[in-house]
């Protein structure tokens, strides 16, 4: 749907960054999309609108409590490509062959659109969210890559789906992606970061509040080592002028864990 902007704050002294017309927009602890009603009236977009100007509209997906569009029928590739991925031998030889690819290379390649295309296949849905739930439990480099390559194409495939189906999955992956971080691989950590940036970076972060709490509630938790606590603390980037709250509590945390960080890996942490 087109969504009518609303108009610049003119009588303002800052002419760019947070104003009243665009506060509506920013990532805010206190007033997130935490409930269907919520998350229905909510207007969510990935576009980098309202920080110094508005267009008069802006394309965003319809309400949820509105009618949807139904999808055109499958095409006979798109059939193809949902009976194959529905065939679970098939399936599994495609993670295996994934798993040897990840043992070298750290490329991540984009598996948004096999759940964003076909939401209505379920053996998909599910069989993707269960292999993602057992790689994140992994220590090995090679799934641990896998795990992160899999989680950008969950969380950017997913986005669309209504907020029951997604607090279900969040509930979940939120806590695992967060546990992973206690045991991360050296050799993974590069590839979770860049996959985390592309997930958060480019799209509106109250979508993915869940992780976003998440993250920031771990920061302040022991970790087994001091490298860990030092890739906690820069999970995070919140560079967006959306999310000058989140910077602000992860500058806040920063300075309550300065005094504690002894060690150059954590100090390299908290000055990220």
């Known amino acids: 749907m087109n969504w009518s902007c609303p108009k610049k704050a003119e009588d303002v002294f800052l002419k760019c960054g947070l104003r009243l017309d665009n506060l509506p927009l920013v990532y805010d602890s206190q007033n997130l999309p935490t409930t269907e009603e919520k998350w229905n009236k909510t207007v969510f977009f990935s576009k980098q609108f309202g920080s110094y100007q508005w267009p008069d509209f802006i394309n965003v997906v319809v309400y949820a409590s509105q009618p ?5 029928p ?17 399936y599994n030889k495609w993670i295996d062959l994934l798993l040897i690819e990840k043992h070298d290379s750290k490329e991540v390649n984009d598996n948004t659109y096999l759940l964003r295309n076909f939401p209505a296949s379920e053996v998909i849905f599910n069989r993707v ?15 641990q890559r896998l795990a992160a390559e899999i989680f950008t194409g969950v969380s950017k495939g997913t986005k ?10 969040w509930s979940w992956l939120a806590p695992a992606v967060d546990h992973l971080y206690d045991h991360m691989n050296a050799d993974a950590y590069s590839t979770w970061q860049n996959c985390i940036i592309d997930v958060l970076h480019r799209d509106d972060t109250r979508r993915f509040w869940w992780l976003i709490e998440r993250l920031l509630s771990s920061m302040t938790r022991p970790a087994p080592t001091a490298w860990h606590q030092g890739i906690r603390s820069q999970v995070l980037l919140a560079t967006d002028w959306r999310e000058t709250e989140t910077r602000k509590r992860i500058c806040d945390i920063a300075w309550k864990s300065l005094p504690k960080a002894t060690i150059e890996t954590q100090r390299l942490g908290v000055s990220a």
């Open 68 to 72: 949807q569009l139904n999808r055109k």
């Open 74 to 90: 499958l095409n006979e590739s798109e059939k193809a490509i949902v009976e194959a991925f529905e065939n679970e031998s098939f």
């Open 160 to 169: 669309y789906i209504g907020f029951k189906k997604l607090n279900k999955l």
């Open 129 to 143: 969210t269960k292999t993602l739930a057992d790689l994140l439990k992994s220590r090995k480099r090679a799934e």
